[in-house]
């Protein structure tokens, strides 16, 4: 199939796109890398009016370091640059280890960040990995500018906190937190393919080699990516113990509630969502014993 009839425009500024959002509101799409957005509309599972194609906008495919060490990304930067970039991997190991999970290599060249994220599949990696460290994203309009973290961001299935009108320009990544022990592992029917579950794990070792500030992201099994809200509970203060890994997996189990389709049922999700949470533990903590950045 091919999609249905819409109208064109390409902006070459911001303000030119914000007014663009800001007259024809919802009927607009974005175009960035169109890796999501044309299949859609191929497939006319997405028939929208409008389309506004943001390529020829300049200065929203940076990857800078804050006056804090954290980073900022443009929205409009590839995936491809982010998992190439020295300053990323070094300031950022998580996000580097993340990016070459994200579809395939020509998906990568063409994806952008920011698309990702404003695409919101529950299965993508981007949103699991923004919600996991505490991203914040600024979103542009006529007239101003807001920014949403993204604990508030994702709302729900491919539904975000971007309002008519509104544009994604930029995601903020906080300082890392050097020593941190990290993880990410999903489980795939073929590598590159999109994650049936998957987990994003952050945590610190106190002096004594307990766990401490822990925090576990599930994705592939609900609507949004899921925060496991009973992971610091269970490891704080705790050493990595057999006894202690059976109770995080249960708890994962337990708690998230994933939808059966035709790749794998619910109960293979929460099966699942457990063992890879115990082995993301097990991996992070290794990692930091090793010394491993990367």
């Not at 990323?88 to 020509?106: D, S, T, W």
């Not at 080699?209 to 994705?219: E, H, P, Q, S, T």
Request: aromatic share 6%.
């Amino acid at each position: 199939m091919k999609p249905a009839s819409f109208d064109y425009f390409a902006p070459t500024t911001l303000d030119e796109t914000l007014e663009l959002l800001h007259e024809y509101g919802d009927e607009a799409k974005i175009l960035a890398g169109g890796q999501s957005l044309m299949p859609l509309m191929n497939l006319r599972l997405a028939r929208p009016k409008i389309i506004v194609d943001i390529n020829r906008l300049s200065g929203f495919d940076q990857i800078a370091s804050t006056a804090d060490g954290g980073l900022v990304i443009g929205a409009l930067t590839r995936l491809r640059a982010v998992e190439k970039s020295a300053l990323v991997r070094e300031q950022n190991p998580l996000l580097a280890a993340a990016m070459p999970l994200i579809g395939h290599f020509q998906i990568r060249n063409r994806g952008t960040v920011g698309g990702s994220l404003a695409h919101a599949d529950p299965a993508a990696e981007l949103p699991a990995l923004a919600v996991l460290l505490g991203c914040e994203f600024s979103l542009a309009r006529t007239g101003g500018a807001r920014v949403v973290t993204a604990a508030d961001f994702f709302l729900g299935y491919m539904a975000t906190a971007i309002e008519p009108g509104e544009l994604l320009t930029e995601i903020r990544f906080p300082t890392w937190r050097p020593g941190a022990a990290w993880a990410m592992d999903e489980i795939a029917r073929r590598k590159g393919d999109f994650a049936l579950v998957g987990v994003a794990l952050n945590a610190e070792l106190d002096g004594t080699a307990n766990l401490r500030d822990v925090a576990i992201v599930m994705f592939g099994v609900g609507g949004k990516p899921h925060r496991i809200e009973s992971a610091d509970s269970i490891l704080k203060g705790r050493r990595v113990e057999p006894a202690v890994l059976r109770a995080l997996g249960q708890a994962v189990a337990e708690e998230v509630e994933p939808d059966s389709d035709i790749h794998a049922s619910a109960e293979y999700r929460k099966e699942v969502g457990g063992v890879l949470a115990r082995r993301a533990l097990e991996s992070a903590l290794a990692r930091s014993k090793n010394g491993v950045k990367h």
